[in-house]
């Protein structure tokens, strides 16, 4: 590990693009009061502070204005529709803007994409080895279900995920998640499945599999 000097982290730095050193069509895309609206396909409208409506295809690298399809210039607004796909104000294309159902966070999730939505630190996906945060267990995941941990009923107790001893302290509204235990799943045909909330299980990297090994 290499550890930064203090005297190299004191730098003062603007986070914001120094628009003097910008080209004019750039100092105006960050400056100029617009309203980007994604399109069908890879198609964003934008809207400028005169009115005017322009389609910009940004896997085309085109804009409907004067700027671009006559004079070939790579106009303001597909610089535009570029910060504010980058600054996740909008989605790029082929996702869609949407609020995480475990934390609330906006996320882009791909079209038509089934629920649940989730975030890229909540997401997890069939298959994905988790670890227990209470026991330390490792487990594999096989689905992650849109119904909250008070409203899922264990069939072996009669109780919610929610209700379930070791599950307090957990939000109740947490996902539910279905896992095996990782030992019964390499070993056995069919492996028994348990209900988890979401937020009492993290994503085992790549990384401490193989340092750690299965456990």
């Given at each position: ?5 203090l ?6 730095t603007?986070?914001a ?5 910008l080209?004019d069509?750039a ?8 309203a ?7 198609t ?5 502070e ?5 389609l910009?295809d ?11 399809r ?23 294309p ?5 609020t ?7 996320t882009?999730?791909?079209?038509a994409?089934?629920t649940?939505?989730l ?22 995941v096989?689905a ?7 409203d ?28 095996t235990?990782?030992?019964?799943a390499?070993?056995?045909?069919d ?12 994503r ?12």
């Open positions: 590990m290499t550890l930064i000097e005297s190299a982290d004191r730098q003062h603007a986070l693009p120094d628009l003097r050193s080209p069509r100092a105006r895309a960050w400056t100029e009061r617009m980007v609206r994604p399109r069908a396909g890879s964003y409208a934008v809207t400028t005169s009115d005017s409506t322009y910009v940004i896997a085309q690298h085109s804009c409907s204005c004067p700027d671009n006559i004079r070939g210039e790579h106009c303001k607004h597909l610089r535009r529709v570029a910060i504010e796909i980058t600054a996740r104000r909008v989605a790029p082929g996702k869609e803007r949407a995480c159902d475990a934390c609330g966070t906006v882009f999730v791909a079209a994409a089934q649940p939505h975030c890229g630190r909540c997401r997890l996906e069939t298959g994905d080895i988790v670890q227990d945060r209470e026991s330390d267990d490792r487990l594999v096989t992650v279900t849109d119904t909250p941990a008070d899922w009923t264990i069939e072996a107790t009669g109780e919610t995920v929610a209700d379930y001893d070791t599950n307090d302290g957990y939000p109740s509204d947490d996902l539910v998640v279905l896992v235990y990782l030992s019964d390499v070993r056995a045909t492996p028994r499945e348990y209900a988890f909330p979401l937020s009492r299980l993290r085992v990297e790549d990384a401490e599999l193989v340092s750690g090994g299965a456990q």
